[in-house]
């Protein structure tokens, strides 16, 4: 098939797919079909029999699970980048965090992760976070009465301009996304409404934020293979741009931050992140040199198949064997669709990674 490779390695490790054992209960045979349904249809394949031939592998070594053959360059392109170029978990997250305040993404355990911050470092004051900024702690540092931010604020430009829009070619964008802001300022008015008819029935709701912004708090999207990145957008703004308009963070690159020096930030998140890397442990080791600590949220088995390998517990249980000093501390019983973990690396083996 056109639009698969083999590898002949486990992409996380590089460790040979001969050497490893084939787990099916790793990945749901028939996941992903959401993201990958539109890729099928125009290459004219059958859904069901590109996802059959993706064969799930445990690796061996380093703990991941991952697929093989999966898609090849042309074809994940054609999944991220055109035909379903909208990170739809992350999306629905704002959704849910301005309709009823929630931030989904966050697991009920995000007390021990606080705990466990203040027990080793204390109160923290600086704080990066990469990948999409709704699947983290950036919704929940701010108010979800500052959405509203989204509609009042005079410098919201979630319209593309008028002059990109009078190029043909990007007429049906423009329209879909000015349709797409309409759509949200209708959905923040009915909020509104909901929101004054429940304070009318006495029910409490949260108006303040879960937690405090640190004094440094920055967003680092991530360019990636295998990611939405800055493909990503809805009513009519990308999520860099979204996440801007309610909270201080400073959006900012990948190689900006790393300029920075060793564990110059207090705490890093990664959540659900890295199994959408190219190279998941170049970034996390990078992430370990300038962050004290770096929380990661991951899915545990079993895996969904726009996923090309899956990080669950069995792989943050391997990481001492791979990172030098590494310390890995369990934040959640492990047992959920989710593991939480924060990790950690000393200053001197953080100068060395
Ligand atoms: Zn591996």
Known sequence: MRLLENSGKCPVCGFPTSQNCQANESFEPYGGREYLSPLAETETVEIDQLLARMQPYQCKNCGAAYLEPWLNAYARSRVFVTGHPVHNAGWRNLQQWIERGLTPAIPSSISSLFEEIDRRIGNFTSYVEFGCPFQGLLLGLAPPEDATLLIKSPESQFTMSSALARRRLLLPMYWYQKLS???????????????????????????????????????VPLSSSRFWSANCSMYGGTCPAVVSQFSNVTVSSLAEVMKSEIHQFDVA?????????????????????????????????????????????????????????????????????????????????????
């Open 181 to 219: 802001r309409y759509v949200f300022q209708i959905s923040c008015y009915l909020t509104r409404i909901r929101k004054t008819r429940d304070r009318i029935r006495g029910r409490r709701l949260r108006d303040k934020p879960l937690f405090s912004l640190p004094a440094t708090s920055f967003f």
């Open 269 to 353: 998140g990664l959540f659900n992140v890295l199994d959408h890397q190219d190279n998941p442990m170049n970034l996390l080791r990078e992430v370990l040199k300038i962050s004290k600590l770096v929380i990661c949220l991951s899915h545990n088995p079993p895996y969904t198949k726009q996923h090309h390998f899956g990080l669950g517990k069995e792989f943050f249980y391997k990481l001492p064997d791979r990172i030098e000093n590494c310390e890995v501390v369990a934040l959640s019983d492990l047992e959920g669709p989710n593991c939480f973990f924060l990790i950690s690396v000393d200053q001197q083996t953080a100068s060395e990674l």
